[in-house]
């Protein structure tokens, strides 16, 4: 079975540039999640789709970061413009549960894309 | 609302002795709980997860984690410690129960293992 795909791994911007990151979850699964984690720090959740609705985009900095996910498949995460403290690790993860009756399946994460803002 | 608290951000063992990585938590609902390890430059992968089901649960590479529910703490644990074992190790908590799926982690703790 294929993994989550992320790319690209790296990227290198200088602040006020935009940015785009993107995500292939594991065929089937119905819940996609981003994940911003800063050096040191553990992951900590940006927006969370289920098909190609939005259900948490709580802690998503919506006035530079955006997101979506066309045909409840593929997701991009964009920054625009970026800060310097976007630099981090941005982790996509995706799990199986689409429903009620299928909560406790796990997340499968991507590599990551490792940003940084100079 | 619901969080999680690692204590200690590093851990260093020697090769063959037991690893033991504390994680408290804390919710107002039945809690789901997970520990994920994450390698240098790498995603984060499932060790192991506790899903409301037996209290002990066990994980790849030899690890295991007990819920204790009165103390609201579910630590990770490995009899001996292997050199490759030294990664950082994430415990985080969901609550299905409350339609939250999505993870909460703690800020992690950094396990060596000296030869």
């Known amino acids: 079975e294929a993994g989550v795909a992320q790319s690209p791994r790296y990227k290198i911007i200088e602040k006020r540039q935009s940015v785009a990151f993107w995500c292939n979850p594991i065929?089937?699964?119905?819940?996609l999640y981003w994940y911003q984690q800063i050096l040191g720090q553990g992951p900590k959740l940006l927006i969370q789709f289920q098909n190609n609705g939005v259900v948490d985009d709580s802690q998503l900095p919506k006035d530079r970061f955006s997101a979506e996910r066309l045909k409840g498949v593929d997701s991009t995460l964009k920054i625009q413009p970026a800060k310097l403290e976007d630099s981090a690790v941005y982790l996509c993860?995706?799990?199986?549960?689409?429903?009620?009756?299928?909560?406790?399946?796990?997340?499968?994460f991507g590599q990551g894309t490792r940003l940084t803002v100079v | 609302a619901q969080s999680v608290t690692q204590l200690g951000s590093h851990v260093s063992v020697s090769e063959g002795a037991l690893v033991l990585l504390r994680c408290n938590y804390s919710?107002?609902?039945?809690?789901?709980l997970f520990w994920y390890v994450q390698y240098p430059n790498q995603g984060l992968q499932l060790l192991l997860k506790?899903?409301?089901?037996?209290?002990l649960v066990k994980g790849i590479n030899g690890f295991e984690a007990e819920f204790k529910k009165s103390e609201t703490s579910f630590h990770l644990t490995k009899p001996s410690a292997h050199m490759s074992d030294a990664a950082e190790y994430f415990c985080a908590v969901s609550t299905p129960d409350t339609g939250r799926r999505a993870l909460t982690f703690g800020s992690g703790t950094r396990l060596q293992v000296q030869p």
């Open positions: 506790y899903t409301s089901a037996a209290t």
């Open positions: 993860a995706s799990s199986l549960d689409g429903d009620r009756g299928r909560r406790n399946t796990e997340a499968f």
């Open positions: 065929s089937g699964h119905a819940t």
């Open positions: 919710s107002s609902v039945p809690p789901y």
